[in-house]
């Protein structure tokens, strides 16, 4: 069932969290918040599924042979001598059962799909047989149960074929026709705005006045969420005037999940929104040991969730994968991601304050050796959007470690891991 959020959800007490300790608590606090419906299977890809998929039935839901050749029962086989078997009449194909069954000391043949002759537990490829006249001879060493597809060997009648909370993939989607169904129980997409924030924020396509730049973040987290399968709302730049903030904090917490700002999420004099959601729901600053990172702000707008990012583009982008993702993917009903990190050797050297978690772009390289390697981007600045572009992924380094030399292994979470793909 959708749960609504306990009021305050985001309220907590240590000052400073761990990046372990947020994400925990981030977890613990949140579940689905949207409906479920119906969908035709191909609407079905890329959905979250809400349903637990079991199967009705054995898949394959007979045994069934692997090959195009002949069936026999390996009973009739010599031990250690070609056996020589007689060749019925007819055949069994995909879609065409054998309608009798089959006589001791004789072979049928069969095409690959069609069900294991009754009397029958092998068949062998033509290739693999000599054919004799009426008969066909069979070399020794077959072993019993050669190329016999066996029902119930992808799934048993019963079986939890799929959990709750998984993205639906084009194979989830596959197992499920293989059941028989036409339609699957998903969750609704997570509605979500997106807001930038900034005087300075210019829409591209527009002309560039003095000191502003392009807005870059709205364009990134746009795919981010999409590619997290939420419906997104563009609410467009909004100017660091409080009424302006206001106005357009209100229209976002009325319709959506769920909020996501970026910028003027300080506490300087022109950070408007998080002054905003103070006023109309509930703020709370985390305080969280990484690095790139700053307070993070949560909050509730009504039914709505609100993450208030970072402004810098690099900050923004590994605010949101880190934090953010994981808590709209619960919100929309998903499993908690666990992002797998691979230990690669380190093609750089660096010391490192302890006490924070820090999130390095990185790019793979083949060394000179043929393994992988992993690159720190030098130009880390989390305004140089590049340095994104020029990343694979992100390197963790964990808080109690003080400094990486070359060689050493390293965790490097690939950007496919973090929900990044083209
Ligand atoms: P703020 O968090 O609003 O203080 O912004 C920090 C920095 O990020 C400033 O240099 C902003 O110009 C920049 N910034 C904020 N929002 C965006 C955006 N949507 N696109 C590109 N840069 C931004
Ligand atoms: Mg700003």
């Known amino acids: 069932m959708a749960r609504a959020l306990i009021d305050d959800c985001f309220a907590h007490h240590p000052e400073r969290l761990s990046a372990a300790q947020a994400l925990e608590l981030l977890r613990s606090r949140v579940g689905p918040v949207v409906a479920r419906e119906t969908v035709p299977l191909v609407e ?25 050749g002949f069936a026999f029962a390996h009973a009739d086989l010599a031990a250690a001598a070609p056996t020589r078997l007689a060749l019925i009449e007819g055949r069994a194909a995909a879609g065409h059962p054998f309608a009798g069954r089959l006589p001791a000391g004789a072979a049928l043949r069969v095409l690959t799909g069609a069900p294991m002759p009754e009397g029958a537990d092998c068949a062998l490829m033509q290739e ?20 016999r597809r066996r029902a119930g060997e992808d799934v048993r ?40 924030t900034g005087d ?20 990134i987290l746009f795919g981010l969420l999409q590619g997290l399968g939420c419906r997104v709302t563009d609410l467009g730049i909004v100017p660091d005037r409080a009424d302006a903030v206001a106005r357009t904090m209100r229209e976002a917490g009325a319709g959506h999940d769920a909020v996501i700002t970026s910028g003027g999420a300080s506490r300087g004099d022109e950070d408007h929104v998080v002054r905003a959601v103070d006023r109309l729901g509930q703020l709370h600053f985390w305080q969280i040991a990484v690095k790139p990172g700053r307070p993070l702000a949560f909050g509730q707008l009504g039914r709505a969730v609100f993450v208030g990012l970072p402004g810098n583009p690099v900050a923004a982008v590994v605010c949101f994968l880190r934090f953010a993702r994981p808590l709209l993917t619960a919100l929309g009903g998903g499993r908690w991601p666990e992002p797998h990190a691979f230990l690669v050797p380190a093609d750089f050297a660096m010391k490192k304050k302890p ?3 820090e999130y390095l772009r990185a790019r793979l390289i083949t060394g000179p050796d043929g393994r992988t390697w992993v690159q720190r981007i030098e130009r880390e600045g989390s305004g140089i959007l590049t340095s994104l572009t020029e990343a ?15 060689g050493d292994p390293v965790e490097f979470v690939p950007f496919s891991e973090l929900g990044v793909l083209g």
């Open 200 to 219: 300075e924020l210019c829409e591209p396509g527009a002309p560039l006045g003095p000191g502003e730049t392009y807005d870059a973040n709205r364009s």
């Open 128 to 147: 693999d047989v000599e054919l004799d006249g009426d008969a066909v001879v069979i070399p020794p060493g077959v072993k019993l149960g050669a190329n």
């Open 392 to 406: 694979d992924g992100l390197v963790e380094l964990p808080e109690d470690l003080r400094r990486v030399d070359p």
């Open 44 to 68: 079905a890809h890329g959905r979250i599924l809400a349903e637990p998929l079991i199967s009705p039935r054995d898949v394959p839901g007979f045994d069934n042979v692997a090959v195009d």
């Open 157 to 196: 009648a019963g079986q939890v074929a799929l959990e709750p909370g998984i993205r639906l993939r084009p194979q989830d989607v596959g197992v499920a026709a293989t059941f028989g169904r036409d339609r699957l129980e998903v969750f609704r997409p997570l509605e979500v705005a997106l807001v930038s």
């Open 355 to 357: 006490d924070r978690r």
